[in-house]
């Protein structure tokens, strides 16, 4: 009867430290830093605004269209005076 008794007081300190583990985890994600949906969609639709994508011809969010990259901005457009590499 008393190994009955053992198992039980086991299991119920098992359950408490798995409740005690869950509740730290909801207390470390309570305490992590938030930011409302409005302020990250405003800073994303500021970041396109002011930031241009050489890979990206167009940027479209949102109804917002800058216009492709000119030539000479562009880093990833290749020089006249460069040559790519050529295998004789």
């Known amino acids: 009867m008393s190994t009955r008794t053992g198992g039980r007081q086991a299991m119920s300190e098992l359950k408490l430290r798995r409740l ?7 207390k470390d994600d ?3 830093p938030r ?8 800073s994303l639709i500021r970041y396109c605004k002011t930031t241009k994508d050489h890979l990206a011809s167009w940027y479209i969010l949102c109804g917002i269209c800058m216009g492709p990259v000119g030539k000479n901005e562009d880093p990833y457009q ?3 005076g460069a040559k790519c590499c050529s295998v004789q």
Do not use: I, M, Y
């Open 78 to 80: 290749k020089t006249d």
């Open 30 to 32: 309570l305490a992590r």
């Open 20 to 26: 005690l583990e869950h509740n730290a985890r909801l």
């Open 35 to 42: 930011v409302r949906v409005s302020e990250a969609s405003a």
